[in-house]
């Protein structure tokens, strides 16, 4: 019984932990997105099978964080269904977007940018995110 609990209580940290860094994305806050982030954390963001970005550590997070915070005037990403399995947790995500500039692949600024996405967050024993993989 006690294992239990002990399972319940990591899985709601960790989604708690996820809900955070969700809510700092919203309000482009990148300080409180890295808060729970290993040092050596692995972002990859997967559009269409293939990877697209690649980042690892902090300081690479933060720096590409940052930069990324020009690519639209506002962003949102939506929570729609959380699956915990082992140390990860596998989230389906509504995400809503206005460019703020003109991309390559077409969309201009001032375009409504709308997808349909996961997110996999990979913890570490100490409950610090260790991998990070958007897929759209």
Same mark, same amino acid.
């Given at each position: 019984?006690q294992?239990i609990k002990t399972?319940?209580?990591?899985r709601?940290m960790?989604?708690e932990? &996820?809900?955070?860094?969700?809510?700092?994305? +919203? !309000?482009?806050?990148?300080?409180k997105?890295? *808060?729970?982030?290993?040092?050596?954390?692995?972002?990859?963001?997967?559009s269409?099978?293939?990877?697209?970005?690649s980042?690892q550590g902090?300081?690479?997070?933060?720096e590409?964080?940052?930069?990324?915070?020009?690519?639209?005037?506002t962003?949102?990403?939506? &929570?729609?269904?959380?699956?915990?399995?082992? +140390? !990860?947790?596998?989230?389906d995500i509504?995400y *809503?977007?206005?460019?703020?500039?003109?991309?390559?692949?077409?969309?201009k600024?001032?375009?409504k940018?709308k997808l349909?996405g996961k997110?996999?967050?990979e913890f570490s024993q100490?409950g610090?995110?260790?991998?990070?993989?958007d897929?759209?």
């Open positions: 019984m294992k399972i319940r209580k990591t709601k960790k989604e932990i &996820i809900q955070e860094y969700i809510n700092a994305y +919203n !309000s482009k806050d990148v300080n997105m890295i *808060e729970n982030l290993s040092d050596d954390v692995l972002f990859e963001n997967i269409n099978h293939e990877v697209t970005l980042i902090k300081d690479a997070f933060r590409q964080a940052i930069t990324a915070l020009s690519y639209f005037s962003r949102k990403q939506t &929570i729609l269904k959380t699956r915990p399995n082992g +140390n !990860s947790v596998e989230i509504d *809503e977007a206005i460019a703020a500039m003109d991309f390559p692949n077409g969309i600024k001032g375009d940018v349909k997110s996999i967050f100490n610090k995110i260790v991998k990070l993989t897929i759209s």
